[in-house]
């Protein structure tokens, strides 16, 4: 498990509480048990907000729950659950030192006002910055398979940006990114939450990963005749903005360095049901000409090689420009004067000579400017939103890359067969190594603090581990208590 000192590092670069980053770790690690487990591998599918953040885009706002659509409803089963998620809790352990107590995991199966099982779970954790005393830190589970899939589940590295993220990284099964958007958009139109409003504009944005409006149409269509629902209008939306505006910041401020401005969102949507009706999307702008040696970086901000003070600025930065937010930069120029101008950050550039320049516009000056980042003193995001005069480079290497998704069978229980998004190459995941095969399962116990493991082959040898109570514990001999077939 990653220290402390590391967590709210991160929470610090990122201005965001420690508990929400520490979230994110055990997602990141809940994700790669579950992917790990192979009765659960090949049918489960990760869909929702924190796919969007943990496969697509990891500028997205940060989520708390996992959303998976099962092709295999006999998963729906408390007994079931249980069963592996305690193996799943186990694995985890013994990969990270990551505890996810099995007596405190919840799983309430139920059936849905369509009359079929689904599922919410309540996974307990005890991570970095989790407290020693009272209530432990939940994630939540929502299951269900009762759900078209339009189109066939793709297989995905997740961003998990940890010191012990396993060699060969964190592989999940994953809705295709436009089945996950055209899911958003009806989720827009079913419930009209705050998030559901800031995940489609958000989308809609990222112009680099934007589908064919015919090929998101196609797939809302499907996903709302599947429920009984007709494709959403803007129309369907006009009684909902008061209430938007009244929980925008209540369900959203915690998951954002920053929170934006509802009107922005609300005020993007005419031309977004637009673009999805056959319309012309506005025209791309042109990126700011590129000087002689010019590089565009769309690296991590966090994998920048710059100092510790500079990278929280970078991050405010890179927030704001996804948001289209203006930006007051405190800068000491090269005159040695410090002071604070309004800008709209547009790219963050390496020159010829090796600095890391971000190009802006100065709004006070109404002209273009350019600022070496180790000359940047502060960031802070403003509530005034700016229409890009240039294409916005901010976003980092954007999302895996996209290729055009084969549609599936067009019969409502049909799946497609799984297609593999091409990507940047990569160490594969040690699947033979961390999958729970077949056969016995051997339980040892610590003869120091009685904390039991579960293990496919017989070794004695125990990892550094945590007592019961949370401790630290020096043992590292088991003893074999017990078999299960």
């Not at 007994?79 to 809790?89: D, M, P, Q, R, S």
């Not at 890391?356 to 802070?380: F, K, P, T």
Request: with cysteine; proline share 7%; hydrophobic share 35%.
């Amino acid at each position: 498990m990653i220290g402390r000192a590391e967590l709210l590092g991160i929470a610090t670069a990122l201005r965001l509480n420690p508990h929400i980053v520490e979230k994110d770790y055990a997602l990141g690690w809940a994700l790669a048990g579950i992917f790990a487990h192979e009765e659960l591998a090949g049918s489960w599918v990760f869909k929702g907000g924190t796919c969007l953040k943990k496969c697509f885009f990891e500028t997205y706002r940060f989520s708390e729950d996992l959303d998976f659509t099962l092709t295999n409803e006999a998963h729906l089963d408390e007994a079931f659950l249980k069963h592996v998620f305690a193996e799943i809790a186990d694995w985890i352990y013994e990969q990270s030192g990551l505890e996810f107590p099995a007596d405190l995991q919840n799983f309430e199966v139920f059936f849905n006002p369509r009359g079929n099982p689904s599922c919410q779970g309540r996974l307990s954790y005890r991570g970095p910055v989790s407290p020693r005393s009272g209530g432990l830190p939940r994630v939540k589970l929502d299951l269900t398979a009762d759900e078209r899939l339009v189109l066939a589940p793709i297989r995905m590295p997740i961003f998990h940006p940890y010191s012990d993220a396993p060699d060969g990284g964190i592989e999940v099964l994953a809705y295709a990114y436009e089945e996950a958007f055209g899911e958003k958009v009806r989720a827009l139109a079913e419930r009209t939450r705050p998030r559901d409003l800031y995940d489609v504009i958000n989308l809609y944005r990222n112009t680099e990963a934007r589908p064919s409006p015919a090929v998101l149409l196609d797939v809302l269509r499907q996903k709302c005749q599947f429920k009984g629902l007709a494709v959403p209008q803007i129309d369907d939306l006009d009684g909902h903005r008061a209430d938007l505006e009244g929980s925008w910041g209540h369900m959203l401020a915690h998951q954002l360095p920053d929170l934006p401005p509802v009107v922005s969102f609300w005020e993007a949507l005419p031309e977004f049901f637009a673009w999805l009706a056959g319309g012309k999307a506005p025209a791309i702008p042109a990126a700011y000409a590129m000087a002689e040696g010019e590089i565009v970086i769309r690296e991590r901000t966090l994998r920048l090689p710059v100092s510790g003070r500079v990278q929280p600025h970078l991050e405010v930065i890179r927030f704001a420009a996804a948001n289209r937010l203006c930006v007051e930069l405190d800068y000491t120029d090269q005159r040695g004067r410090r002071s604070v101008r309004v800008i709209e950050p547009y790219s963050l550039r390496r020159t010829k000579e090796d600095n890391i320049i971000l190009h802006a516009w100065n709004v006070d000056r109404d002209q273009h400017r350019s600022y070496r980042v180790d000359q940047i003193e502060g960031a802070r995001t403003t509530n005034r939103s700016f229409t890009p005069r240039y294409e916005v480079e901010l976003m980092p290497s954007g999302p895996v890359p996209i290729p055009p998704t084969q549609r599936s069978s067009s019969s409502s229980s049909g799946i497609g067969s799984l297609s593999t998004v091409r990507r940047p190459a990569r160490r594969p995941t040690r699947r033979a190594a961390s999958s729970f095969g077949q056969g016995p399962t051997y339980i040892y116990q610590c003869g120091m603090c009685g904390k039991k493991f579960r293990r496919k082959k017989q070794s004695r040898r125990l990892n550094k581990h945590k007592a019961p109570g949370g401790f630290p514990c020096s043992g590292r001999t088991g003893f074999l208590v017990n078999m299960k077939f």
